[in-house]
């Protein structure tokens, strides 16, 4: 049997071969295509016409104070052709894509895009070094005396705290506590004679590690609160292994309370260090209040110690320590 194959004509040839149909015998050129994306000089911009959508809807060229008539111009038909994403040809080399019409319209599909405009980035500034001999002291200042040597209530009322509430909320995190987790609390009270007293311990739903601590539903606080007519005097919270400090963390979250109260506290227990199981503090006014009120960052960080040479927060001076009066409990974890 014998088969009898026609050669390729060089019309083929020059269609699927990458060489030519001549083969290593010519020089090699490009493909042969269309038109490609060209963008415009500041001249050829300064020469296109704006389109604007009329009252009937239909698009035409701004007429100018001369009476340019609306339509398409030549220039204006650059602009508004079709991308077909191939590259520019000569008329000469055109002759494969059909008539002398289509070699013209092929032609003329030269696209022009203005450049693209700038875009406004936000910029965000970076974190402020600060030099390790400007960091400030995490320990907290003592109480601040008065004139005559005793500490000084006159610019806050005073606030009662009864003694056992905090042994029983030491018991309520016990089970966090030998875990490692933290455990806070929502202090309530109210005023009577110019003195607050603290009469609730809140303990919300909350989600915690070994060195934080975040409410889950605070509108369930809200609604204590509310239906008992409390005021928030602070909050506390555990330290299971750290020592009796507040961190960045915790003087950030006291501000939110202290700048709706001046006198509200923050209780840390801290059951782990045997120089001092427990504290109550409260930012210094105006330094420590200042301080965190102009410091954007989050976590935990530095703070950069005061111009005055204040510490950012103190011991209370205005805190008493009640050893009769009652209180309530009420723990939302288990509701």
Same mark, same amino acid.
């Given at each position: 049997?014998?088969?009898? *194959?026609?050669?390729?004509?060089?019309?083929?040839l020059s269609r699927h071969s990458i060489l030519g149909p001549t083969g290593f015998h010519s020089q090699w050129t490009g493909p042969i295509s269309g038109t490609r994306v060209q963008y415009p000089s #500041? @001249?050829?911009?300064?020469?296109? /016409? *704006?389109?604007?959508? #009329?009252?009937? !809807?239909?698009? !035409?060229?701004?007429?100018?104070? /001369?009476g340019d008539s609306y339509g398409i111009t030549p220039d204006m038909e650059s602009i508004l052709s079709l991308d077909d994403g191939t590259w520019p040809v000569t008329v000469d080399e055109s002759c494969s894509l059909g008539s002398d019409a289509a070699q013209q319209s092929? +032609?003329?599909?030269?696209i022009r895009q203005p450049s693209v405009p700038p875009v406004l980035a936000q910029v965000h500034s970076m974190p402020h070094a600060?030099? %390790?001999?400007? =960091? +400030?002291?995490?320990?907290? !200042?003592? +109480?601040t005396p008065s =004139?005559?040597?005793?500490?000084?209530c006159k610019s806050y009322h005073k606030l009662h705290i009864p003694v056992k509430m905090m042994e029983c909320f030491l018991r309520l995190a016990e089970m966090n506590t030998s875990r490692n987790l933290e455990t806070c609390g929502v202090l309530a009270g109210s005023l009577k004679n110019r003195t607050f007293f603290v009469s609730t311990l809140i303990i919300p739903k909350q989600e915690a590690t070994s060195d934080s601590c975040q409410t889950t539903d605070e509108e369930e606080i809200f609604n204590i609160q509310d239906k008992r007519s409390l005021f928030p005097l602070g909050w506390i919270h555990t330290h299971p292994t750290q020592t009796c400090f507040m961190s960045s963390i915790d003087l950030h979250t006291h501000y939110s309370y202290q700048i709706m109260? %001046?006198? +509200?506290?923050? *209780?840390?227990?801290? %059951?782990? @260090?045997?120089?001092r199981t427990h504290g109550i503090f409260h930012l210094s006014d105006p330094t420590g209040v200042?301080?965190?009120?102009? &410091?954007?960052?989050?976590?935990? $960080?530095?703070?950069?110690?005061? =111009? @005055? !040479? #204040?510490? *950012?927060?103190? $011991? &209370?001076?205005h805190v008493y320590m009640d050893t009769v009066s009652n209180f309530d409990v009420v723990d939302l974890r288990h509701a």
């Amino acid at each position: 049997m014998s088969l009898s *194959i026609p050669h390729p004509k060089e019309e083929t040839l020059s269609r699927h071969s990458i060489l030519g149909p001549t083969g290593f015998h010519s020089q090699w050129t490009g493909p042969i295509s269309g038109t490609r994306v060209q963008y415009p000089s #500041n @001249d050829d911009l300064t020469q296109t /016409k *704006i389109l604007d959508l #009329n009252q009937d !809807g239909q698009y !035409g060229s701004l007429a100018d104070k /001369k009476g340019d008539s609306y339509g398409i111009t030549p220039d204006m038909e650059s602009i508004l052709s079709l991308d077909d994403g191939t590259w520019p040809v000569t008329v000469d080399e055109s002759c494969s894509l059909g008539s002398d019409a289509a070699q013209q319209s092929f +032609a003329q599909l030269n696209i022009r895009q203005p450049s693209v405009p700038p875009v406004l980035a936000q910029v965000h500034s970076m974190p402020h070094a600060i030099p %390790p001999s400007r =960091v +400030a002291d995490p320990r907290p !200042g003592p +109480a601040t005396p008065s =004139v005559d040597g005793t500490p000084d209530c006159k610019s806050y009322h005073k606030l009662h705290i009864p003694v056992k509430m905090m042994e029983c909320f030491l018991r309520l995190a016990e089970m966090n506590t030998s875990r490692n987790l933290e455990t806070c609390g929502v202090l309530a009270g109210s005023l009577k004679n110019r003195t607050f007293f603290v009469s609730t311990l809140i303990i919300p739903k909350q989600e915690a590690t070994s060195d934080s601590c975040q409410t889950t539903d605070e509108e369930e606080i809200f609604n204590i609160q509310d239906k008992r007519s409390l005021f928030p005097l602070g909050w506390i919270h555990t330290h299971p292994t750290q020592t009796c400090f507040m961190s960045s963390i915790d003087l950030h979250t006291h501000y939110s309370y202290q700048i709706m109260l %001046p006198e +509200a506290i923050a *209780i840390v227990m801290a %059951p782990t @260090d045997t120089s001092r199981t427990h504290g109550i503090f409260h930012l210094s006014d105006p330094t420590g209040v200042s301080v965190i009120r102009n &410091c954007q960052e989050r976590g935990f $960080h530095p703070h950069e110690e005061p =111009v @005055d !040479g #204040n510490p *950012i927060y103190e $011991h &209370c001076s205005h805190v008493y320590m009640d050893t009769v009066s009652n209180f309530d409990v009420v723990d939302l974890r288990h509701a």
